[in-house]
């Protein structure tokens, strides 16, 4: 089964910059795309970044919200994809969830929660 784990979330301050991690299991992640998401407290869940599978070109994209700020990226020999933040503000307060795609549905990470004090 793919099994995604996310690290990296704690409290920081606001103008911290932070890296998350989404270490995955059962599947190889550079075939296939990846995303990370978030959800503050009695929100929906926030499409943040998407990295594209390697055969597809591996191309990045953002939400307007992040872009310029987040980064995401792909370490294949270590099999993690990355999220960087940095200039964090008090409205990145959310938990960071990864996520891909199976046969079977979308598959999520337990999520990392990230607190951003001002």
């Known amino acids: 089964q793919v099994q995604l784990v996310e690290s990296g979330g704690g409290l920081v301050q606001a103008g911290d910059s932070r890296r998350l991690s989404c270490a995955a299991s059962?599947?190889?992640?550079?075939?296939?795309?990846m995303y990370w998401y978030r959800q503050a407290p009695g929100k929906e869940r926030e499409w943040v970044a998407t990295?594209?599978?390697?055969?597809?070109?591996?191309?990045?994209r953002y939400a307007d919200s992040v872009k310029g700020r987040f980064t995401i990226s792909r370490d294949n020999a270590k099999n993690t994809v990355y999220l960087q933040i940095s200039s964090l503000k008090p409205d990145d307060t959310a938990t960071y969830y990864c996520?891909?795609?199976?046969?079977?549905?979308?598959?999520w990470g337990q999520g990392t929660q990230v607190t951003v004090s001002s």
């Open positions: 996520a891909t795609n199976t046969d079977g549905g979308r598959v």
């Open positions: 059962g599947r190889t992640i550079s075939t296939y795309d």
């Open positions: 990295i594209a599978a390697t055969w597809s070109g591996g191309i990045t």
